[in-house]
């Protein structure tokens, strides 16, 4: 069965400063997407980031990027100059394109200290 | 602009209450699914439908029904409420069934208190 493991369920981090959350998954597809999810306060779900498992190269968006290690089956991610409003639960999640489930890991709340 | 729409936003029931948990999305996604969040368990997938007519189970199931009359429309009923159904649930749909790399797009959530 596939599973998401996020060991931090806590993280804090220093206004404009780099911080990393980690997520591993364990999975025998080779084919497989990878998300990650922010909730802030407002309990709204938000699409972050994602990554297809066949690219070598690492996704990035703006100030958030991933280090995807495939055989390690390791996937976290990269916050860049932290701002106020990154503040939230962050959510790791995996898809097989053969099945219809995602796959959640139990979240990582980041709080940002001004 | 919609997306997905949940209602209510919030409720409370006693226990054995029934209630339908609605949604309904304008984006013409064929999937669409419900989700459980608890502290500490995530998100886990009650029930999916991969178009209208077609629903299937996912890993948390029992207690809850749904159905998929049209695309749009993806109800979530609770027959015999129980305090362990207290929860947030999410509506999320996205497009296409399988071969995609589409994301879920999410409802805003609803508080279920069952008391």
């Known amino acids: 069965a596939q599973t998401v493991t996020q060991s931090q369920p806590e993280m804090s981090v220093q206004e404009a400063e780099t911080v990393t959350l980690s997520c591993t998954y364990d999975t025998s597809e080779s084919d497989y997407y990878l998300f990650w999810y922010k909730q802030p306060p407002s309990r709204q779900m938000i699409l972050v980031i994602r990554?297809?498992?066949?690219?070598?190269q690492n996704a990035t968006e703006n100030r958030f990027s991933v280090n995807f290690q495939k055989a390690a089956k390791s996937f976290s991610l990269k916050i860049s100059d932290s701002q106020l409003g990154d503040a939230a639960m962050y959510f790791c999640?995996?898809?097989?394109?053969?099945?219809?489930?995602?796959?959640f890991g139990t979240g990582t709340s980041l709080t940002v200290i001004p | 602009n919609a997306g997905v729409t949940q209602t209510p936003k919030f409720q409370v029931l006693k226990t054995g209450q029934s209630m339908t948990l609605q949604c309904a999305q304008d984006?013409?996604?064929?999937?669409m699914s419900w989700y459980r969040q608890d502290p500490g368990m995530g998100l886990r997938l009650i029930h999916y439908s991969v178009g209208a007519g077609i629903t299937d189970q996912g890993e948390v199931p029992n207690g809850y029904n749904v159905s998929r009359s049209t695309t749009e429309d993806f109800p979530l009923r609770l027959l015999s409420a129980a305090p362990s159904q207290t929860s947030v649930y999410f509506c999320a749909s996205r497009a296409g069934t399988t071969r995609n790399t589409g994301e879920l797009f999410f409802g805003e959530g609803s508080r279920l208190t069952v008391l």
């Open positions: 990554q297809e498992a066949y690219k070598q």
């Open positions: 984006m013409n996604h064929e999937y």
């Open positions: 999640a995996y898809r097989t394109p053969a099945r219809n489930q995602f796959y």
